[in-house]
């Protein structure tokens, strides 16, 4: 079994952890869905789809990955020029594309954007200096500008923290984080004025939620209720009284992880947390493993990205930070999410895989 996977170029440890890790979530979506099976069935259909494309990519030698990231970026950005001119218009947002599949083309600059700033900085001289920087941050500033226009505010946030994840990888300089840290305050203040009025209602929600319970505050304040009930215990799969009586909103999207929490109560968020932990803890092991700059970057970028998407959609849904519309990975509804994250864990494995077919 260890020769086939390895020669289908699959790390055992790493798919046996997303595998575990969909299954549960299945489990929890079963139950989120409520009577409506062509969700779960759909899901179903997609996690299939996912494993392809990670299978897929995992054979593309990380040589090849490299010298596809630039027109992968240049790729994402015209399909993002396309969305702001002519892109499908749902819940007040303008973010897909229809091409026969109906898609969001920035899903694709989650993994574009970590392997243009890897493929940059592989032929410079780390640490990287101030020009080189800037170079980067400017890969990342423009589809992050373009994907807020949408508007699409969390997805934005977490393809300017893969690139950012890249640098600190590189070896920015700790002055240089804190300055930017120092920036990041007239940065908010400036962020604020472009925010969306709705946007701007839900960082005032997550300071005082009780000031709109049945408006702005009702969705955080029935993800706490839910989360609160469940106890350690939970109060049974299919048994939650949020969720099933349809208290709580999005409860097979966003706030699926609130449905965990009521039904399988703390044991079940542990569990679920312990898996993370496992897939998170081999992806960086396969980022120290890398055998050059452009693999060790991407690696340990895709992998502290995939911390930073459970940790925003826990964190909003238990009232740490503002609502801003981040699916828990791999356990949430979602279809061209599902896909590229299974598609950054086949560069994963390609990278781990390969590494001994490289000369030393």
Not at 64 to 71: E, I, Q, T
Not at 88 to 108: K, Y
Request: net charge positive; aromatic share 8%.
């Amino acid at each position: 079994m260890a020769r086939l996977l390895r020669n289908v170029h699959i790390d055992g440890p790493l798919l046996g952890g997303l595998l575990l890790t969909c299954g549960f979530g299945l489990v929890v979506l079963y139950s989120a869905v409520g009577t409506n099976m062509d969700l779960w069935v759909s899901q179903c259909v997609r996690l299939g789809v996912a494993l392809c494309a990670l299978i897929m990519v995992a054979q593309l030698p990380p040589d090849v990955l490299r010298r596809w990231s630039f027109w992968a970026y240049v790729s994402g950005l015209v399909l993002l020029t396309m969305v702001l001119i002519r892109g499908e218009v749902g819940q007040g947002a303008q973010r897909w594309l229809d091409i026969g599949i109906r898609f969001q083309p920035s899903e694709i600059m989650k993994l574009a954007v970590p392997m243009m700033a890897a493929a940059y900085l592989h032929q410079r001289t780390l640490p990287p200096r101030a020009g080189h920087l800037l170079v980067v941050g400017a890969l990342i500033v423009l589809p992050a500008v373009m994907i807020a226009k949408q508007p699409d505010l969390g997805t934005a946030l977490l393809i300017a923290a893969s690139g950012f994840l890249v640098l600190v990888l590189a070896g920015m300089s700790i002055r240089l984080m804190f300055m930017l840290g120092l920036l990041s305050i007239p940065g908010a203040m400036v962020l604020w004025n472009f925010m969306q009025d709705y946007q701007r209602q839900r960082v005032l929600t997550l300071l005082n939620p009780d000031s709109d319970p049945l408006g702005a505050g009702y969705n955080i304040i029935q993800s706490k209720i839910a989360i609160g009930s469940g106890g350690l215990f939970g109060k049974g799969w299919t048994n939650g009284s949020q969720a099933q009586l349809e208290f709580l909103p999005e409860r097979d999207t966003d706030f699926i992880f609130a449905v965990m929490g009521e039904e399988l109560g703390l044991l079940g968020v542990l569990t679920l947390l312990g898996l993370y932990v496992f897939v998170i803890g081999r992806g960086m092991y396969i980022a120290m493993q890398a055998r050059d700059s452009y693999s060790r970057l991407l690696a340990g970028s895709i992998s502290l990205t995939f911390f930073v998407y459970v940790f925003v959609n826990t964190a909003m849904v238990t009232g740490l930070v503002p609502v801003v519309g981040v699916p828990l990975p791999l356990v949430s509804f979602g279809g061209t999410s599902m896909v590229t994250l299974m598609a950054g864990f086949g560069i994963l494995m390609s990278i781990h895989t390969h590494r001994k077919l490289l000369p030393h």
